[in-house]
């Protein structure tokens, strides 16, 4: 630790209050391992800034001395863009003390919550007000406010509401330069200038530090349908959504796909996971539909599967009848990720394509995976009705996990180069924090590579927010 | 005009197509006048390029030489960011050679257009592969893709589709260093960086030259039902916009609003309008809902009316029973700002409010302003579903032009100061341009300001992209 560290630590204990900070191993270590344990942080603080100005005095000490700064919420990302003092001094800033949902306006569709209030938290409040808050994702129970906005998060029900991104009206947050920056606003028009809003959406916490957001609510669906149908092939599945999109319009949520591989890995290893249907399908799907009353959803949902029979694009379906039912076939889904970890090991990539592409990218890739690692078992799976896959590829069964991890790299490699070929991004929601640079290094368009640097060097140019992350200065 | 300027059109007279330039007084110079016709521009030279490589070469030359440029689109805009040359030699570079529609991918729901391409061209193309581009403004068959980005257009739509900046997936853009951006992409989730795309969404032209965009297409709706409400009060007005928005859901496509002065403007000065319910009532209310059936939206939209009816929060109803009635209640609504001119003078505003504010926003002020300028003859209208209104004050009728034109600059600062008592927004979607800057520096939160500035400066150091408009540097 440098002197310039230590001194900037001392002026924090003074500038807040003594429960906003600590120097407690124990309370601080929890905070410094990632979600997946594969980093190792380190810091020998922890500021916990219970009020926007105690955050913004944070700040303001770290840019006077040029301190870095490491910003956290729920600690659930999957990139290492909260992991502090990986390779500098960083006072690490927990923002899980700032939870509060300062308000909600119903009939104004509008909910404001400070950055460390947890997503579910968020949900529940606007449910509590016959709302909807239709983000929704994996790490509900522990991510935070602050974190799905720096990463704009997206998950399950993006292709009918958008991503964060789309959910944010307004913002609050410190500027790298020790500004507090009040843009929380409920305004839907606002043309004054430019989008700030948007750019530290999803800026990985290296343009400033966001203290509290206005989000947007919309009304709760009168009734949800979930159900389950079964293809041919990733081209069948692709067709099949075509057609539900036609035919249900804007009323699809969510439309999620598996292969049998996945689905075998969560029946077999969770207890709570049974097949829905007892024929052999290479792909699965759960499509989730809402609208005014069950009865006409599921009326509408049978005339399509009787036409996508017909037409041999789907092998069979099965429309849950209860609560209950749909949450089985969601549980499915849900325990993918867990389920594989009982399968040995596996490289993960998070990656998106253009819809119409996203067929035609599988089904070039996957024989040629399995012609470079013979005995590979990939395991994807997803949102592809906004062409997210989670292209996870799991070792050969019982085959020797060294070799198969010492080919993950070449592997990978592959993937984004096809991804890169099709058109496709190879982050689509996780982010790029620290492990993902040189990806964008690699396949980012030369000329928004240089205008990111050029913001980042203009919004902070002592490199003190979360430096290490999403670039490079 | 310097050296410098002359040696610029030279060199990009040799680089572009003959037929990509002209110097021709007659072609320039109805580029140079604005929508409103209050402002004069100059320009001796106009760049009109034929392709992204080419508007690339303009601007590099223009970026070697230090020379500043000036992008037009269909010059519609009502702040003045597209006049050309108003305080400095500017190359003005009219995008509507570029104007091809490029693709439609129906299955993909994304269409990409050249930035000169006209909206209504858009909405056209997208409706001919049973789609839709929902964005909708009064300058439709004037205004380009390019214009509607660079200005984050909002429209009749907004409510439920969201501004430009939703409906844009990719760019393709010259940035202010002469590099090409190829941001060009149909997908949905990319968390590859920061947003650029955002950033030069709303820039009006000063993060440099959109060239081409992909935007996002809808379902059609299968059924379209519009209705006239009135109403004794402006909080009548929102209570049933609550009201309606509990009941019909998303459903609404637009919520438009306009006082009985303002229908009177329309039924007494334009031919094709007539009142579409006999008695008298301060407020009116065009509505419009989309659903699966026009029976089935008009009992909805029965039962909702009588609810508010009974609960005395509005006093008549009328439902458009075809396509005709219809359009008639939209030629009402359309016809205000042209009907307004034979009132007299006029001075415009456009402003947003939150939406739960909106009607004491209203109350509040205007009988303030017929204290401040007795007979003053207040005629706000617009889209009460997004918080937007345009709040037009007419002069007295038969009253002095000039007293109230000199009163105009008071009688503005009034309303911007109580908009932004209220937590409003001075310019809803009509931008900054070159005559809402001193509002900017005045309402714009400070730290937001100096981020925009560091932008700028980060972009464009020469600042030779469409200068002087936005900030002034």
Redo the contacts between chains.
Sequence with gaps: MTMAFNKTIEQIKAAISPKSWTEDENTITPHLVDRRGKLQGRAPFMAMPNSSLEAQKIIQICAENETAFAPQGGNTGLVGGSTAGLNTDEILISMKRMNAIAEV?A???TLTAEAGAILATVQDAAQSHDRLFPLSLASQGSCTVGGIIS??A?GIH??RY??T??LVLGLEAV?P?G?????L????????????K??L???EGT?GLVTKATLKL??R??AMVTAWLCAKSIHHVMDCF?AA??SL??AINAYEIMTDTGLSFAVNHMPQCRAPLSGNYPWHILLEVSGDSDSRIMNQLEILFSDLLERDIIQDGTIAQSGKASADLWSLREALSEAQISEGVSVKHDI?????KLADFVHTVLPELNKKFPGIRPVPFG?AG???LHFNLSQPKAGDKKAFLKAAPLLSAYIYEMVNKY??????????GTI?KSE?VS??????????R??????DPENISNPGR??DI
């Design positions: 306006d009939a104004g569709f990463t704009n997206g993006v292709m958008g991503t991104r789309h500027m330069n500004q507090l920056w009040n843009g606003s409920p305004l839907v028009k606002d043309n004054t200038g430019y989008d700030l948007s750019l959406v999803g800026a343009l919309f009304p669906p009168k075509s999109r036609e319009g804007g998106s394509l253009p819809v119409g949102h906004d062409g997210n058109g496709g991004s190879f982050s689509a929601e996780h982010g790029i993902k964008l396949y980012k368009d030369k000329a928004a590579l240089a205008a990111m050029a913001i980042k060097k203009a919004l999403v670039l």
